[in-house]
C-alpha cells in the first residue's frame, strides 16, 4: 500500500508562483510513474503532469505546457510541480498519483494511487 502526503498549496496572486511536493511511503518509490492531477469545482479530475521513475520521461497538458515543471527526488521518494506563471483557471485541488503503468497516470490513474488533495487558488 503506497501513501502519498502533498504539501505546498496555498492563495496566490496571478503571476505568482507556487512549488507542490508529494512524498511518498510504503512502496518502491524509484519503481512509481508519478503525476499530478487537478479537479476544479464541477469538473472531472484532470492530469497536469506526469514523470516516469527515472524522470526522464514527462508528460504535461497543453494548458499548463511552458509553465509548470514537474520533477523527482527518488533518494526522497518525493516528486515536485513548480508552477510559474499562475492563471486564475489553475485554481483546483491538486492530487498527487502513482501508478506502475505509464498510460495510466497521463490519462485517468486506474489502478493508481491518490494523495489526500492539496488547495491552491489563483486569485485575478
Known amino acids: 500500500q503506497v501513501q502519498l502526503v502533498e504539501s505546498g498549496g496555498g492563495l496566490v496572486q496571478a503571476g505568482g508562483s507556487l512549488r507542490l511536493s508529494c512524498t511518498a511511503s510504503g512502496g518502491i518509490f524509484s519503481s512509481y510513474c508519478m503525476g499530478w492531477f487537478r479537479q476544479a469545482p464541477g469538473k472531472e479530475r484532470q492530469v497536469v503532469a506526469a514523470?516516469?521513475?527515472?524522470?526522464?520521461?514527462?508528460y504535461y497538458a497543453d494548458s499548463v505546457k511552458g509553465r509548470f515543471t514537474i520533477s523527482r527526488d527518488n533518494a526522497k521518494n518525493t516528486v515536485y510541480l513548480q508552477m510559474n506563471s499562475l492563471k486564475p483557471e489553475d485554481t483546483a485541488v491538486y492530487y498527487c498519483?502513482?501508478?506502475?503503468?505509464?498510460?495510466?497516470?497521463?490519462?485517468?490513474?486506474?489502478?493508481?494511487?491518490w494523495g489526500q488533495g492539496t488547495q491552491v487558488t489563483v486569485s485575478s
Open positions: 498519483a502513482s501508478n506502475t503503468v505509464w498510460p495510466r497516470i497521463t490519462t485517468t490513474n486506474d489502478g493508481g494511487y
Open positions: 514523470a516516469t521513475w527515472s524522470g526522464g520521461r514527462t
